[in-house]
């Protein structure tokens, strides 16, 4: 069995808050911008999770609630100057101190990196998220840390696919029985576990409520989660059973 040698963090939902605080009203600002009458409420917002990645949620409630727009010829175009739009002000939220990481998650990266645990990123995020997020909520020099970042459409078919992380074990050179995950949602666990690598599940409001019953560990955050304790356990020992909140 291979030891502990990468720890590859899922990003929206698992490092900081990010959903609720900062993509929707980021989506909200950019319908406003370009002149769209659409708004997503918190539970609205909580639903549309169910599909991954911005354009592709852009898509998803066009063709649900405004089939007319979803049917124009420059759709397309419309689809990529929402989502640059919304990138614009997401960013400018996290760089204003907006968004802040989840309990624990920058203990655990200072750890991996003291211990020579490498790091990495697989989110269907997109990279100027993912920089501009551990920037400010990290250090400046943060995003070098991270010895590999897969976000965005570098893939083509996002979580729950297992492509991302699949792409991210080829760039590390490593084995899935070499690495754990962290996520926050259940298409995040079946895109880690279908890739072969077992997951931590650190639930939040929007996903406290899925089937992880595929979870290595699922905690309410990483507040209690320690770097030792990581290393010490291996899949399918004890720490699963011990979980407080168990698998879901």
Excluded at 144 to 167: E, L, N, S
Aim: aromatic residues 6%; glycine residues 6%; hydrophobic residues 45%.
């Amino acid at each position: 069995m291979n030891a502990l040698q990468a720890l590859i963090f899922d990003v929206d939902g698992t490092l900081a808050e990010t959903e609720r605080d900062g993509h929707r009203p980021a989506f909200n600002a950019a319908f406003a911008e370009l002149d769209l009458s659409w708004h997503w409420d918190e539970a609205l917002y909580g639903r549309l999770l169910d599909i991954t990645g911005g354009k592709e949620r852009i898509r998803h409630f066009a063709a649900t609630h405004a089939p007319e727009l979803a049917a124009r010829g420059d759709f397309e175009d419309l689809v990529r100057r929402l989502h640059a739009a919304k990138t614009a002000h997401y960013v400018r939220l996290v760089e204003n101190g907006r968004l802040s990481l989840r309990p624990g998650v920058a203990r655990l990266i200072a750890s991996a990196r003291h211990t020579g645990i490498r790091l990495a990123i697989a989110t269907t995020t997109s990279p100027e998220n993912v920089d501009a997020l551990l920037r400010a909520s990290l250090a400046p020099e943060a995003p070098d840390w991270f010895a590999v970042i897969g976000a965005g459409d570098i893939v083509p078919a996002k979580k729950p696919a297992p492509d991302i992380y699949q792409w991210v074990l080829d760039r590390l050179g490593l084995p899935p029985a070499a690495c754990l995950a962290i996520e926050d949602s259940e298409n995040g666990l079946k895109s880690a576990s279908t890739a072969g690598v077992r997951c931590l599940v650190t639930v939040n409001d929007y996903t406290r409520d899925q089937d992880f019953s595929d979870a290595w560990a699922v905690r309410e955050s990483l507040a209690a989660v320690t770097l030792e304790s990581l290393l010490a356990d291996s899949p399918g020992n004890a720490m699963k059973q011990a979980s407080p909140e168990g698998s879901r």
